[in-house]
Nanobody, 125 residues
Framework: QVQLVESGGGLVQAGGSLRLSCAATARTISSTAMGWFRQPPGKERDFVAAISWNGGLTSYADSVKGRFTISRDNAKNTVYLQMNTLKPEDTAVYYC??????????????????WGQGTQVLVSS
């Protein structure tokens, strides 16, 4: 069982930065693929970024490439999403997800087994 708790969301002006954290409890994430997804108001949840078990492989949605960086610290059981040059269209609830016993990058939401409760990011223009 993996429990995920996101934090770091908030209100920021366009062009600003935020760093989201996803802390896993109840189980180590060292052999777990991790990802970030987001759900804008009134829209479906979409892929944002994913990272392999050791951080060696990453994948990003085209809309965030060059602006967002996913990273992980397995010793702290935490995954991060550094978001720079934020735009109003980045406004969404951001969720982290985990797929245990998977060494690769996982970009499709249906393959993740565990999800956090989400953290709100609001980017003002």
């Amino acid at each position: 069982q993996v429990q995920l708790v996101e934090s770091g969301g908030g209100l920021v002006q366009a062009g600003g930065s935020l760093r989201l954290s996803c802390a896993a409890t109840a189980r180590t994430i060292s052999s777990t693929a991790m990802g970030w997804f987001r759900q804008p108001p009134g829209k479906e949840r979409d892929f944002v970024a994913a990272i392999s078990w050791n951080g060696g492989l990453t994948s990003y949605a085209d809309s965030v490439k060059g602006r967002f960086t996913i990273s992980r610290d397995n010793a702290k059981n935490t995954v991060y999403l550094q978001m720079n040059t934020l735009k109003p269209e980045d406004t969404a609830v951001y969720y982290c997800a985990a797929r245990p016993y998977n060494m690769a990058v996982v970009t499709a939401s249906q393959y993740y087994n565990y999800w956090g409760q989400g953290t709100q990011v609001l980017v003002s223009s």
